[in-house]
């Protein structure tokens, strides 16, 4: 059933719904049989390989920066079989889209990202090949060797079935709107895949401010992922590429929630300063060329507020493992009285069309 916006927030309002959701948090998520899949967005794995090489550029320190390279993540990190498969059974996860942890290989020199990330997605190919119904993925990709890349990107996508692509936000403090990465964009757009924009540890220029002790996660990944993304908006990336799609974890780093502010101060600053600005304004294009993923938000009041700002063809499931409790996030997500044919948008259809599930 299609339901209007406007049924959508009424519903949202009176927290009931006329599509069988219970009223209150949890009513009848149990009880009712399930229709749809439940299809997570953004899961991560890890080749020793690549664990190896961020260990040795680390001295074996485990830090933000280095991403996990040691400790409880590991052996979830590292499986692409039965561990991985018993987990999902546990959750109630029927299908996850793998990503190569965070932070990738955006550290390494160029040779050696471009060698890793062509065996990690080898590799990744072959867990999808063997579990064709549970796992799909998104190439590895080596921004510092962006031509490269985008040829990696099309052998992943043509040969390999890998689903789009990946980038770990910056690369050696540089974002994909600087004219030396818009090959990988090209080449996303030809292609006609996503680009997963997901967090790590904040640029150079960004590092100190956002060093506040137990808010690097919840607060200095948002901004600096978030940023990238209005990098890539006010430099006209999709004036220059309008089919080109960018997927964002974590309900989009709070940009949903900003877009009808960005479009007011856009307007007033460009009639105040007078500079010429983008073809379109911020919303417009996060609207059109962007969707979110629900890792690590999979609570009420977030999930509500972005489903009001985009509608509810724009937002995706993810669970985040192992980075976040698998069970936890269906649990929550399911808790949370939104009208069925939304929730079933959210879970299956939704990642099957961005992704081609």
Same mark, same amino acid.
């Given at each position: 059933m299609t339901i209007s916006k406007r049924q959508f927030l009424q519903s949202l309002a009176a927290g009931v719904t006329a599509w069988g959701v219970?009223?209150?948090?949890?009513?009848?998520?149990?009880?009712?049989?399930?229709?749809?899949?439940?299809? /997570?967005?953004?899961?991560?794995? #890890?080749?020793?390989?690549?664990? /190896?090489?961020? =260990?040795?550029?680390? %001295?074996? +320190?485990?830090?933000?920066?280095?991403?996990?390279?040691? %400790?409880?993540?590991?052996?979830?990190?590292?499986?692409?079989g039965e561990r991985r498969l018993q987990g999902m059974d546990? #959750?109630?996860?029927?299908?996850?889209?793998?990503?190569?942890? =965070? *932070?990738?290989?955006?550290?390494?020199?160029?040779?050696?990202?471009?060698?890793?990330?062509?065996d990690v997605n080898d590799r990744l190919a072959d867990a999808v090949r063997a579990h064709p119904t549970r796992f799909a993925g998104l190439a590895t990709l080596a921004p510092q #060797?962006?031509?490269?890349?985008? +040829?990696?990107?099309?052998?992943a996508v043509t040969r390999l079935g890998l689903r789009g692509g990946m980038?770990? =936000?910056? &690369?050696?403090?540089?974002?994909?709107?600087? *004219?030396?990465?818009?090959?990988?964009?090209?080449a996303a757009q030809a292609l006609d895949v996503p680009l997963y924009i997901h967090p790590r540890d904040p640029s150079p220029g960004l590092e100190q401010p956002?060093?506040?002790?137990?808010?690097?996660?919840?607060? %200095?990944?948002?901004?600096?992922?978030? &940023?990238?993304?209005?990098?890539?908006m006010g430099a006209g990336i999709f004036?220059?590429?309008?089919?080109?799609?960018?997927?964002?974890g974590h309900l989009g780093e709070t940009l949903p929630l900003l877009l009808d502010r960005f479009d007011n101060r856009y307007r007033w600053q460009r009639e105040l300063f007078g500079f010429k600005g983008t073809e379109r304004l911020p919303g417009e294009?996060?609207?059109?060329?962007?969707?979110?993923?629900?890792?690590?938000m999979n609570y009420a009041a977030p999930l509500t507020a972005t489903l009001e700002a985009l509608g509810p063809d724009k937002v995706l499931f993810a669970a985040d493992f192992p980075m976040e409790v698998q069970k936890d996030a269906v649990d929550g997500l399911e808790a949370i009285a939104i009208p069925a044919d939304v929730k079933r948008r959210i879970f299956d259809t939704n990642p099957a069309r961005v992704f081609r599930l």
């Open positions: 219970g009223a209150r948090r949890g009513a009848g998520a149990a009880s009712a049989p399930r229709t749809y899949r439940r299809i /997570a967005c953004e899961e991560a794995f #890890a080749t020793p390989e690549v664990i /190896a090489e961020l =260990s040795r550029l680390a %001295g074996g +320190k485990a830090s933000m920066k280095s991403g996990p390279i040691a %400790g409880p993540f590991m052996p979830d990190l590292l499986d692409l546990a #959750a109630g996860i029927d299908m996850q889209l793998l990503t190569l942890v =965070s *932070p990738g290989v955006q550290l390494f020199a160029p040779g050696t990202a471009l060698a890793l990330a062509r #060797a962006a031509a490269e890349s985008a +040829k990696e990107l099309e052998r980038v770990n =936000s910056h &690369t050696n403090g540089e974002y994909l709107d600087d *004219p030396k990465y818009w090959p990988l964009l090209e956002l060093a506040v002790p137990g808010y690097a996660v919840g607060w %200095g990944y948002a901004v600096e992922t978030g &940023t990238h993304a209005v990098r890539l004036d220059r590429y309008p089919r080109l799609r960018i997927v964002l294009y996060f609207r059109e060329n962007f969707v979110v993923t629900t890792s690590g």
